[in-house]
């Protein structure tokens, strides 16, 4: 089932003009010298094309927008049949216009993030003034545009109070799905600590289960694994394995480095040195991730270990083991 990846977030660049709470990348205002050429990333490409079932490209950053050559790149995918999607900061550099040229190159959908229900939580949270209401006029010419919306949202100690009316905002954007990132102590969040504890999860969780039953547009949790524990728990639907770090997802940085996740600091290969469908199937570092028998402490012998198995990031970003217990499961912390 993990032989071949699901979902590649791929990094283009670490430049971006925002200044998040939270950002996994510690975003800068100016891009690397020794970003992938376009050249590097269509042979990576002509790669990824020759999985039986492609995966879905997520370009992301920083902010993918401050590559001129992210056209070119789009282009690139479209002309090896690879399904993508593009995850931008909403800077001036987002414009309806854009938008529309990305569905000509054959973009699929379009990721926005949105952390709160108000301006003083969102623009708080992002670093920025005015970013919710470009947000929302963004979302709208997403929409308009043809392309699937997606809002991405970063739940922390500064956002959380308003996850339950982000939810009823995001039913009125006429989204295609709504992914909820519980935010890993790493990057600038470490700093700041803005991860939740294990029992405000849970809570979340319960919240998230019960709203995704009525909503008529996917959600998707990151970083909590859990989730379909707390599925089957609190809606009698049964549990399914997620897709996590290394398995089924992956990450690919602006270098060329594969790391299991943007939020697991584990370097899996370099593509300038090794094929990533080497790298996928046989790193060792995957390779271990995708077995539970490999886990320490409490998701070692959890009997949701196959179904869960634990957020490996937090794991990692806590306690330096990305094989210990996940300390933001009530599970393995009770």
């Known amino acids: 089932?993990?032989?071949?990846?699901?979902?590649?977030?791929?990094?283009?660049?670490?430049?971006?003009?925002?200044?998040?709470?939270?950002?996994?990348?510690?975003?800068?205002?100016?891009?690397?010298?020794?970003?992938?050429?376009?050249?590097?990333?269509?042979?990576?490409?002509?790669?990824?094309?020759?999985?039986e079932w492609p995966p879905i490209i997520v370009f992301t950053g920083g902010d993918p927008l401050e590559r001129p050559d992210l056209p070119a790149i789009l282009s690139a995918a479209r002309a090896r049949g690879l399904r993508t999607a593009v995850a931008p900061s909403v800077t001036p550099r987002l414009t309806a216009e854009r938008i529309s040229e990305w569905k000509e190159l054959g973009v699929s959908?379009?990721?926005?993030?949105?952390?709160?229900?108000?301006?003083?939580?969102?623009d708080g949270f992002r670093g920025a003034q005015g970013i919710f209401r470009r947000t929302l006029e963004m979302a709208r010419a997403v929409v308009d545009s043809g392309l699937r919306l997606q809002i991405n949202s970063s739940v922390a100690?500064?956002?959380?109070?308003?996850?339950?009316?982000?939810?009823?905002?995001?039913?009125?954007?006429?989204?295609?799905?709504?992914?909820?990132?519980f935010v890993v102590p790493?990057?600038?969040?470490?700093?700041?600590?803005?991860?939740?504890?294990?029992?405000?999860?849970?809570r979340h969780l319960?919240?998230?289960?019960?709203?995704?039953?009525?909503?008529?547009?996917?959600?998707t949790v990151v970083a909590a694994p859990q989730y379909q524990r707390v599925v089957e728990q609190t809606?009698?639907?049964?549990?399914?394995?997620?897709?996590?770090e290394g398995r089924g997802v992956i990450f690919i940085d602006r270098r060329g480095l594969v790391f299991p996740s943007g939020y697991l600091p584990v370097v899996a290969g370099n593509l300038r040195r090794t094929s990533f469908s080497e790298i996928y199937q046989e790193s060792p570092t995957l390779r271990s991730l995708r077995d539970p028998n490999q886990f320490s402490g409490r998701c070692g012998t959890c009997q949701w270990s196959r179904t869960c198995g634990g957020s490996r990031a937090r794991a990692f970003a806590v306690t330096g083991d990305m094989l210990q217990s996940d300390p933001g499961c009530i599970l393995a912390v009770g």
């Open 157 to 181: 100690k500064s956002t959380a109070v308003e996850l339950e009316p982000l939810g009823d905002l995001v039913k009125v954007l006429k989204v295609s799905s709504w992914e909820i990132f």
């Open 109 to 122: 959908s379009v990721a926005l993030s949105l952390d709160g229900a108000t301006e003083a939580v969102h």
């Open 206 to 219: 319960t919240f998230i289960a019960k709203y995704a039953q009525s909503a008529a547009f996917r959600v």
């Open 186 to 202: 790493t990057g600038r969040a470490a700093m700041i600590a803005e991860a939740l504890e294990a029992e405000q999860i849970e």
């Open 235 to 244: 809606t009698e639907v049964t549990a399914r394995p997620m897709f996590r």
């Open 1 to 51: 089932m993990y032989d071949a990846p699901h979902v590649v977030t791929w990094e283009l660049t670490r430049a971006c003009q925002l200044h998040c709470r939270h950002c996994r990348a510690q975003a800068r205002v100016n891009r690397d010298t020794d970003e992938l050429t376009v050249s590097e990333i269509s042979q990576v490409m002509n790669d990824l094309a020759q999985f």
